[in-house]
Every structure is written in structure tokens, then in C-alpha cells.
């Protein structure tokens, strides 16, 4: 075993190359991600996660659904627990806009 004590970064530093003349360029924050992650997490505000296994073939379907309609998985599956629901007659768990037959 080495008793040689490990390099650090600022052990580095010295031996990089410095460019001169030209400053470093600026990286712009993601803002759209950042408001993509504060939309959804109010979306998902006062709810649960819970999974749900499927195989690999009724997966990919529920996928190719929810693009063909141009909506997402969440939205079919909500309308699945909606339609479960209804058929129970618990229609006070049914979402207000729900858009059942």
C-alpha cells in the first residue's frame, strides 16, 4: 500500500494550461427545466405515488395511446382509476373533470 497522499484539485490547477486572451464562455442557466420542475411539482402537490407493473408489450401500447392523443401516461391513468371508481359507485373519488360516458 502507497503512503503517498493523493493529489487535489487545487494540486491540478498549477498544471493546467492557461489560455491567454480569450475569457471563459458563460453557460446559461436551464430556466425552462427549472420552471418545468416547479410546474410539476405543484402538480403533483397533496398526491401519492404508487407503481404499477405492466409487461413490456401493454407498456408500450398505453405509451403509443397516450401520444396518439396527445396527452401522457399520468392522464390515462387517472382516467382508468376514474372509470374503476364509477363502476364501484365511489363517484365522490371521481375527479370533477373527468371525462367519462
Known sequence: ????????????????????????????????????????ARRRAGKRPFTAYADETRYRELKKLAAANDTTIQELIERGMDYVFREHGLDKFVRKDAKLP
Do not use: H, W, Y
Open 1 to 40: 500500500m502507497s503512503s503517498r497522499k493523493r493529489p487535489t484539485l487545487d494540486d491540478m490547477d498549477d498544471d493546467l494550461p492557461v489560455q491567454q486572451g480569450r475569457a471563459p464562455e458563460a453557460v446559461p442557466a436551464p430556466q425552462a427545466r427549472v420552471a418545468e420542475k416547479k410546474v410539476d
